[in-house]
């Protein structure tokens, strides 16, 4: 998670891998991977991209285009309110309803967890890569998953 950057947005990306066998290998056309996004903030939506037919032929004998598969959770559910951000917690721990709180044992598992980071970048010597505020992070970041043949999402 970084901080301070150009705007504040959570998403999860997963993008599908190549199928073995495709029909299209032949015919020339590129074939972008499917992808699904969950966004979670600051809008809540899903959008699945996906490779279609379009109608019609072109020299290749056939036409591929991205359409995208959009579910706009604001819009779908316009009729009811939405909920301020803490307004569920604060509702939750007025009725005593502990679910959406974390126990002190997770809370110790969790900091079990961060201290072994912090003890691996002790053992390294290698530390948290500074950024100026409102960028998208250090230039390490673009080149560590780059080494790795993939790249962030624009």
Known sequence: TGKRMPRRCTEIYLQFRAVPHSIFATSGVR????????????????QLTLMHKTPGLDRNGLRLSQVALDLDVDEQFAAHRRRLSYERLYLDAIEGNGTLFVRRDETEAAWQWVDAIF???????STPKPYPAGTWGPSSAVAMIERHGHSWRE
């Open 119 to 125: 003890d691996g970048w002790k053992a390294s010597g």
């Open 31 to 46: 074939v972008e991977p499917n992808a699904m996004v969950i966004l979670l903030q600051p809008e809540e939506r899903i």
